[in-house]
């Protein structure tokens, strides 16, 4: 009898749980009351349904203030995402395993992948390098040639023969030093899945699949039917159920923004706090990587964790804060905190675009600028990419001085990121000179905290 009725309780307060995550459910709102406009955004559109676009979501302050999908998709129809994936669910399990100490940013893979310990590179490899594409783990693509059509190992890993966890493992070579550059690999990001699900296995969910479906996606209300991960399986390695975190997954655009939604306010959601703030900037910050050629594709983002920044504005205009996730015809999530917006793109792709490429230049081109110029609350002022929005003075108390007894302190910023300035009857900076100068020059480094 008390099993029965700890089990009801259990029951209820579970279903209690999901009510309240559930909650939240989006607003819509006329583009014009949230600092956007509807002409613009309509313009866009119609290009974009013209690009092949399926769905098409733009959502600012928490309202979808333009939500359209091409006949026969909606709302609750899924897309694939390709490469999206990478970041919704690469991304995303590792935030939470990060989350939960149960593994670092920069422990050694090997400590994950036991067959890596003695490979002279491979054991130099971090779980940084894998996220960011610097692992050196050559990528499974040969000159255009469809995947399953690929000879040996690449088209091993594609045709998941006998799955794509041990070809990446054990068939994939590494062509460069851990770190030393960039270069995109698929099988990277795979072995990426293999360290995070080994990382879990102490944890009360033991694969990725489990891990976002009880910790990420009932919390933010998307249900069952609405995403799949893994090519809609899992493979069982060394005693691991893996499933893809590079591609393979399909989501409707709601879903996406959601996930979005939950990095944009730094893993809380409605109240609940389903991850530590300090995770999620560690996963969307520039992660400190070699970035892409910019000669080969000159507006390539960097890298965060499994996501795509625009730290050094590459996009330039696009406010710097912002970061992304996209995969193969253009599956695009682009988040931008400052301005308190989310936009999905899904579809085929947008033009003759491949991955090192032109691939970004289509996306600024009908995606980030159109997005950019639809913004009416703001009269956006550019430096070198960076979006200012305004600026305010600091009150005199919080001002420290450190020449007292000179004056004229014209100041500039320069090109290498440091302050020079010119100061006039005095001693210059503390310890100061020795002689006090009628014109004194000095470079001033670092940031304002030292």
């Not at 490979?119 to 996220?131: D, E, F, V, Y």
């Not at 706090?273 to 390539?300: F, M």
């Amino acid at each position: 009898m008390n099993r029965k009725i700890t089990g009801i309780l259990f029951l209820l307060v579970n279903l209690l749980i999901q009510l309240t995550f559930a909650e939240f459910k989006w607003e819509e709102a006329v583009p014009e009351s949230e600092g956007m406009s509807s002409e613009k955004l309509e313009t866009m559109k119609n290009i974009l349904a013209e690009k092949g676009t399926k769905s098409f979501l733009v959502i600012r302050n928490d309202k979808i203030v333009y939500e359209w999908y091409a006949p026969g998709y909606g709302p609750q129809k899924r897309h694939y995402t390709a490469s999206l994936a990478k970041a919704i669910v690469g991304g995303t399990s590792l935030m939470l395993a990060l989350n939960d100490g149960l593994i670092s940013v920069d422990d050694y893979a090997c400590n994950y992948i036991p067959q890596w310990k003695n490979h002279p590179l491979k054991s130099k490899i971090t779980i940084r390098h894998l996220a960011t594409h610097s692992s050196g783990i050559e990528n499974a693509e040969q000159n255009g040639i469809p995947h399953m059509e690929i000879p040996g190992w690449k088209g091993d890993f594609w045709r998941k023969d006998p799955d794509p966890f041990t070809i990446a493992r054990d068939k994939a070579p590494v062509i460069f030093e851990p770190g030393s550059r960039y270069d995109y690999s698929n099988p990277g990001m795979a072995m990426l899945a293999y360290a995070v699900t080994a990382s879990l296995k102490n944890a009360p969910q033991k694969d990725i699949l489990t891990l976002l479906k009880e910790r990420i996606m009932k919390p933010i209300g998307v249900s069952n039917e609405e995403w799949s991960i893994g090519y809609g399986r899992g493979y069982e390695v060394d005693g691991l159920t893996l499933y893809a975190n590079w591609g393979g997954a399909s989501f409707t655009a709601r879903a996406v923004a959601r996930i979005g939604r939950l990095m944009l306010y730094k893993g809380n959601w409605d109240g609940k706090q389903l991850v530590k703030p300090e995770w999620v900037n560690e996963c969307i910050k520039y992660a400190g990587t070699p970035t892409p050629d910019r000669k080969t594709d000159d507006h390539s983002p960097g890298s965060a964790l499994c996501w795509w920044i625009n730290f050094d504005g590459v996009w330039q205009k696009v406010p710097r804060d912002a970061f992304a996730g996209a995969g193969a015809g253009h599956q695009i999530l682009l988040v931008v905190p400052s301005l308190n917006l989310i936009m999905v793109r899904m579809g085929d792709q947008m033009g003759d675009a491949k991955w090192g490429s032109s691939f970004w230049e289509y996306v600024e081109s009908y995606l980030f600028e159109p997005l950019m110029e639809a913004i009416t609350d703001i009269e956006p002022v550019y430096y070198d990419g960076a979006l200012i929005k305004g600026a305010v003075l600091a009150p005199q108390s919080s001002i420290t001085v450190k020449a007292e007894g000179s004056d004229n302190w014209p100041i500039t910023w320069a090109d290498d990121d440091n302050l020079y300035t010119a100061y006039g009857d005095g001693w210059g900076f503390e310890p100061k000179v020795e002689k006090k100068l009628s014109l004194g020059f000095a470079k001033i480094i670092g940031d304002p905290s030292n």
